[in-house]
């Protein structure tokens, strides 16, 4: 089982991207999801989580990004609009899923994708 994110690259400022983070393998189902960033030197970020919880998003991306999912592909996206160069990071997706392992039993487990890199020059 493994998250598989994608959809990050080199934009301007007020530009917009959509990531994808995709759960492969033998996936029974998904609690959460979740985007986090990171830059150099500092810790890992909170951008956008939803879930049976809810869905919540971090102060600086609140009104501009949106979470979502899609459960018949255990996909789930961030579209960012209105982004600044202050949103140039490392985007890890996240998800706590449970899985067929392989004794044929269930497991649950939290998951981070490889992450896809955003650029945003001004």
């Known amino acids: 089982v493994q998250l598989q994110a994608s959809g990050g690259g080199l934009v301007q400022a007020g530009d917009s991207l959509r990531l994808s983070c995709k759960a492969n393998?033998?996936?029974?189902?998904?609690?959460?999801m979740a985007w986090y960033r990171q830059t150099p030197g500092k810790e890992r970020q909170l951008v956008a989580t939803t879930g049976i919880s809810g869905t919540d998003y971090g102060d600086s991306v609140r009104g501009r990004f949106t979470i979502s999912r899609d459960n018949h592909l255990n996909t789930a996206y961030l579209q960012m609009n209105s982004l600044t160069p202050e949103d140039t990071a490392r985007y890890y997706c996240n998800a706590e899923m449970f899985y067929w392992n392989n004794v044929g039993g269930l497991s649950k487990d939290e998951f981070w994708g490889q992450g896809t890199q955003v650029t945003v020059s001004s």
């Open positions: 393998g033998s996936v029974h189902a998904i609690n959460d």
